[in-house]
Antibody
């Protein structure tokens, strides 16, 4: 059974730099692209970032580019999101999900499985 | 990119069918067949219901179907059941490995 478990959320001051983690099990982690998707309280879903299976290629939404860094450790089956220069508008539940990555020859054009999410609240 | 446009709410009685629309542009929905739909119950994570416009993952009832015409994708739920009451989100590939979601539609089963 696929399991994705996020951690690292909490109350963070504006300008803070937390790191989110997503532990994966039940599938061959290194062969799948992974993404982060967030949801502000009472709002819709917003794609944040994606990373290839090997970790060499990354993509970001304009809203987080230059402030967030996605990475993965395939030896630990773990996905990360290093966040920095946090703003109030970054307050959201952050979900990790399988998929959301396209190359010139193949595309996993969906987010197959999702974790339960971790809430990041940016406030002083 | 701007969010895809969905109706804020739809409703139907048990056994009826409802359709949720998702309107984008020629740069996302109209240009790629990577439209997916997600069901989200309150306080829960989203669940993939439809991918690649009309494909159903294993385990998703065939009451759920998807289609696309031009810049608009649609999710149809037939034979409505009480447990279908949830928020539904569409998502489309928007090029250069970016993704855009719809604003979400609240489905009420009367």
């Amino acid at each position: 059974e696929v399991q994705l478990v996020e951690s690292g959320g909490g109350l963070v001051q504006p300008g803070g730099s937390p790191r989110l983690s997503c532990g994966a099990s039940g599938f061959s982690f290194s062969t799948y692209s992974m993404s982060w998707v967030r949801q502000a309280p009472g709002k819709g879903l917003e794609w944040v970032s994606a990373i290839s299976g090997g970790g060499a290629t990354t993509y970001y939404a304009d809203s987080v580019k230059g402030r967030f860094t996605i990475s993965r450790d395939n030896s630990k089956n773990t996905l990360y999101l290093q966040m920095s220069s946090l703003r109030a508008e970054d307050t959201a539940v952050y979900y990790c999900a399988i998929g959301g990555y396209c190359t010139s020859t193949a595309c996993r054009g969906r987010f197959d499985s999702w974790g339960q999410g971790t809430l990041v609240t940016v406030s002083s | 990119q701007s969010a895809l446009t969905q109706p804020r709410s739809v409703s139907g009685s048990p056994g009826q069918s409802v359709t949720i629309s998702c309107t984008g542009t020629s740069s996302d929905v109209g240009d790629y067949n990577y439209v997916s739909w997600y069901q989200q119950h309150p306080g829960k994570a989203p669940k993939l219901m439809i991918y690649d416009v009309s494909q159903r993952p294993s385990g998703v009832p065939d009451r759920f179907s998807g289609s696309k015409s031009g810049n608009t994708a649609s999710l149809t739920i037939s034979g409505l059941q009480a447990e279908d009451e949830a928020d539904y989100y569409c998502c489309s590939y928007a090029g250069r490995n970016t993704w855009v979601f719809g604003g979400g539609t609240k489905l009420t089963v009367l």
